[in-house]
């Protein structure tokens, strides 16, 4: 009997990926392929237009239709005119040749699911399901259409357009919370059954630990950081106040390490954090700091990494003002929003043993409902 596989598109390093990683150890036969290894020589823009350009008329129809239902219901306005639709017309564009090399490799396989993961693949992988006639997964992981460098007024609508037929064709989609359900449901009319929500939290948990190494004779606070990404999430202003707070920031950076980390008041660890960050707490007031910028969509909803890091080993976080982040942060008392003028003030109240206990307690009993209960947020 011919065993069955599942075809796994990704489009970056596995390594830094939890949840990417997750999804492969629940499928026995994973055939994982990296839609970005392929290399192909570069069309320049003008020729991308012209090999897209139906997709352009249809885009340029749709702009004021999308745009002010954008600014009605989500108050938001478009950044530039055309900024980084390059990228997805090459996309498009590159998804026929990248389907034809997978094609040719998997000709003869049986193939029972395509599994994508991001837009980019998933323009790869609806191809795929028609030729191998088999179930097509999108996994949306962030709100693909309005993410940071994608919110230009030809880009997003352009996006958008991709990822209806990506929708419309995927037997299922997965997104990775309430608000980002709710959003996909309201723009592509996905029918509620077709769309489910997934976990994020991928990381081993260390049920009450940090609430069990509390100490009230250490005072000393710790701002961690980790993460792959460095753009838009405040670090400039979480240097400019540690520095003035005199408080030391544990920076762990999955891929690139920015200029500013370099400053006095930073200390950098490995990528190999769990062992470091767990001695750490030990030894300092951890708190964790997950902030992104209100600036698009998908910093504005999604609910990074970081914060389930955070959760995973019982301290509290830092949340932005105005994400779906510092709702959850506020609602059940899991640490502080952060709104540029308060560092001061949050760093007083963990210095505080009474108050940073009762929010070690708070943040135990999230763990609780969110690793044991498997709350859906």
């Not at 069309?43 to 340029?60: A, E, G, H, Q, V």
């Not at 239709?65 to 009605?72: L, M, P, R, S």
């Not at 000393?220 to 400039?236: H, S, T």
Request: glycine share 4%; with cysteine; charged share 25%.
């Amino acid at each position: 009997m011919i065993m069955k596989k599942t075809i796994i598109l990704i489009d970056e390093p596995l390594e830094g990926d939890h949840r990417v990683l997750k999804i492969i150890s629940n499928y026995h036969n994973p055939i994982v392929i990296d839609c970005f290894k392929f290399e192909y020589n570069y069309s320049n823009f003008y020729d991308l237009i012209f090999r897209n350009i139906w997709m352009i008329l249809y885009t340029s129809i749709y702009i004021p239709i999308f745009w002010v239902k954008f600014y009605q219901k989500y108050h938001l306005k478009p950044d530039k005119i055309i900024r980084g639709l390059k990228a997805s017309l090459r996309a498009n564009y590159y998804a026929d040749k990248t389907t034809n090399m997978i094609k040719s490799t998997y000709n003869n396989s049986e193939i029972d699911a395509i599994y994508a993961n991001d837009l980019n693949c998933a323009l790869v992988g609806i191809k795929l399901s028609k030729f191998f006639e088999c179930k097509f997964i999108y996994d949306a992981h962030e709100v693909e259409f309005h993410r940071n460098r994608k919110n230009s007024l030809f880009r997003v609508v352009f996006d958008m357009l991709l990822e209806q037929q990506v929708v419309d064709a995927a037997t299922k989609v997965i997104v990775v919370n309430k608000p980002i359900k709710k959003l996909y449901i309201d723009i592509y009319k996905i029918p509620e059954s077709k769309i489910t929500i997934v976990d994020n939290n991928h990381f081993s948990p260390h049920m009450g630990y940090a609430i069990s190494m509390f100490n009230e004779n250490i005072h000393e606070i710790a701002v961690v950081y980790v993460g792959g990404g460095i753009n838009n999430r405040k670090l400039e202003s979480l240097a400019c106040d540690s520095s003035q707070e005199e408080v030391k920031i544990y920076s762990f950076f999955l891929s690139k390490t920015p200029d500013i980390a370099y400053k006095h008041n930073w200390i950098l660890g490995s990528t190999d954090y769990l062992p470091e960050l767990l001695e750490l707490i030990k030894k300092k007031r951890s708190v964790m700091w997950a902030c992104t910028e209100d600036i698009c969509l998908s910093y504005r909803l999604s609910l990074p990494n970081k914060f389930f890091q955070a959760m995973a080993v019982g301290i509290p976080v830092i949340a932005y003002k105005g994400t779906y982040l510092a709702e959850i942060v506020q609602e059940y008392n899991l640490g502080y929003v952060y709104n540029d003028h308060n560092f001061g003030e949050i760093m007083e109240h963990l210095k505080d043993s009474k108050k940073y206990y009762a929010l070690l307690e708070f943040v135990s009993l999230f763990q609780e409902k969110l690793f044991v209960e498997k709350m859906v947020l």
